[in-house]
């Protein structure tokens, strides 16, 4: 019954599917794209027999990056997929594994969709990450064999109620995975009260906190730090910020620069598309803004000589702004984010260097109820955090940034304003609780090392010839 009433919201729901594909398209192209294997015709070169990966978007691709690095360098021979939901997952996917696997979008949950999908893919293995829990696609994987398995499994008690409203289909489901590899014991407690077998659950730590700066992160920071002449300002960052956020962002800057006037705010919306609505939200407060964008290169720092740029533009007065591509040089007026207080970045795949460049975080998704994104990034500069009391998508993450005293929550402007203040104020407390949220990170590494060991325990069956 639960599994008929499902298809049945599926099939209403499409309509408006569509429409969110086609209105958000208008915006953001790559919503347009892979429409095939949407609905289940990937496009001829996806690779048949791949090791199949599925992370939603740009968040749990970054995290399966290094277990899909580990697996196709034991396995050189197995092809390997990665699928994503969302343009800004297929950005991170190709620009950090391009090399090494193939990428397209995954399709939705209909059933002619994931047989048509699975036709033409016929995967060795399914490798869902975080929560992707999709009725149709595990049982037809494990209809034709596909072994099905969870990694840096998460259920929030939230999501958990969610699938509690359906317990047979949630337990015919969850039975149908031969491993969930849980980030929390909480999260385990979840999945096994909701009908997963026991033994197939265990848990291990979040990948994320395995994460590291690329190797040239120091050069990218020092190089944009320079492009941008932001040499002794105080910056600060707002990363991942979601609408009804950004105003609340701009008017503690607005209080920050009354005690700070040549501070700087870093303004990274969750969605670049959105960049140039939060421009102006910055305008309206008489703020002096640069736009920053990545001229269409999927994040990737230009040459000095690639920008192109007016001096008198970029030199912005009070209420003017400008726009120009990321990575531009001083001697073509990239100099003029000097006079700027107001950075608006709308680029993606540049979070971690920008990080570098500010000395303290505040971030997003956490001042709305979107449940707060990944702080851990900014950990690993060394950076004091602040978040929202939304959290909940990473409960266990900022409650460890919280004991160890290096995570700060505000809940308005005023709040936002003052913490930012005292850590740009008082550098000796500021590098304290950096230091002390990066050895959260490194106390809490090692779960990639423990989930590969368990992941080669359990393809000691699956021919990965």
């Not at 072994?147 to 015919?172: D, H, I, K």
């Not at 385990?188 to 990948?207: E, I, Y």
Request: glycine share 10%; proline share 7%; charged share 20%.
């Amino acid at each position: 019954m639960f599994k008929l009433i499902y298809k049945v919201l599926l099939w209403l729901a499409l309509p408006f599917i569509l429409l969110r594909l086609w209105w958000r398209g208008r915006r953001e192209p790559g919503y347009r794209e892979g429409l095939g294997a949407r609905f289940g015709r990937p496009p001829p070169d996806v690779p048949v027999h791949p090791v199949w990966f599925h992370a939603v978007s740009a968040g749990e691709t970054i995290a399966c990056v290094p277990i899909v690095q580990a697996l196709a360098a034991e396995h050189p021979a197995v092809p390997f997929l990665i699928t994503t939901m969302t343009p800004t997952g297929a950005v991170e996917a190709r620009r950090r594994l391009g090399g090494v696997v193939a990428h397209c979008y995954a399709p939705y949950d209909y059933a002619f969709a994931v047989r048509g999908f699975l036709d033409k893919v016929q995967p060795r293995l399914l490798v869902l990450v975080e929560t992707e829990l999709w009725p149709n696609l595990i049982d037809e994987a494990r209809r034709r064999g596909v072994l099905v398995v969870v990694v840096n499994a998460r259920l929030s008690e939230r999501a958990a109620r969610a699938y509690s409203r359906f317990p047979g289909l949630t337990r015919t489901l969850l039975r149908q995975v031969a491993l969930i590899a849980c980030q929390y014991p909480d999260q385990a407690r979840r999945f096994v009260a909701l009908g997963a077998d026991p033994a197939a659950v265990h848990t291990l730590g979040s990948v994320k906190f395995d994460a590291a700066p690329p190797p040239d992160h120091e050069q990218a920071v020092t190089r944009l730090r320079h492009e941008l002449h932001l040499h002794g300002r105080p910056v600060w960052i707002a990363a991942s910020t979601h609408p009804g956020e950004d105003e609340i962002v701009l008017d503690a800057h607005l209080k920050v620069l009354e005690h700070s006037p040549n501070a700087c705010l870093l303004l990274v919306p969750r969605h670049p598309v959105r960049a140039e609505s939060v421009k102006v939200l910055a305008e309206r407060r008489a703020l002096r803004v640069i736009l920053l964008t990545d001229g269409g290169g999927g994040g990737a720092l230009p040459p000095l000589a690639a920008v192109q740029g007016s001096a008198a533009l970029l030199r912005a007065g009070v209420g003017e702004s400008a726009a120009l591509p990321m990575g531009g040089g001083a001697e073509q007026g990239v100099g003029g984010s000097d006079t700027a207080n107001v950075l608006v970045v709308g680029a993606m795949g540049l979070l971690q260097t920008l990080y570098g460049l500010s000395a303290v975080a505040f971030i997003g998704g956490s001042l709305v109820p979107k449940g707060g994104h990944n702080p851990i990034e900014a950990a690993l500069c060394a950076q004091p955090l602040l978040m929202g009391p939304a959290v909940f998508n990473f409960v266990e993450v900022t409650a460890a940034f919280a004991a160890a005293d290096c995570l700060t929550t505000v809940a308005n402007a005023s709040e936002l304003a003052q913490a930012v203040l005292a850590d740009l104020e008082d550098e000796e407390l500021r590098q304290a609780a950096g230091q002390r949220a990066l050895q959260v990170v490194k106390a809490n590494s090692g779960a990639t090392e423990r989930l590969l060991s368990l992941l080669r325990g359990t393809l000691e069956g699956t021919d990965l010839r």
